[in-house]
């Protein structure tokens, strides 16, 4: 998947599940990912990583932290919202 592309869909879902493939053991992970910062709490965590112009910063609320992701190991983006049958 394209970073534009990767950006454009998370945005859209708001809060996201993305699947995708780990860089080092190649096997398939998962998070709970958002785009949106405009938080009190996600603003409250420390943030050392930086994005690169093949990598994305998210944060990943399963986790509890901020994570680059690489658009090119993402198999699927899904709506948190379709998983818990919210209304958008």
């Keep these: 998947m ?3 592309e ?9 809060d996201a599940i993305i699947t995708y493939r780990s860089t080092n053991s190649r096997k398939l992970k998962y998070n709970v990912c958002t ?3 405009d938080n009190k709490y996600i ?4 943030n050392r990583a930086k994005e690169t112009n093949d990598s994305v910063l998210l944060f990943c609320w399963d986790t509890d932290s901020y994570r680059l992701l690489q658009p090119k190991n993402v198999t699927s983006i899904q709506p948190l919202s379709s998983i818990l049958r919210n209304k958008r």
């Design 2 to 4: 394209k970073k534009e």
């Design 6 to 14: 990767f950006l454009r869909t998370v945005s859209d879902c708001g």
């Design 35 to 37: 785009l949106d910062f």
């Design 43 to 46: 603003q409250s965590k420390k």
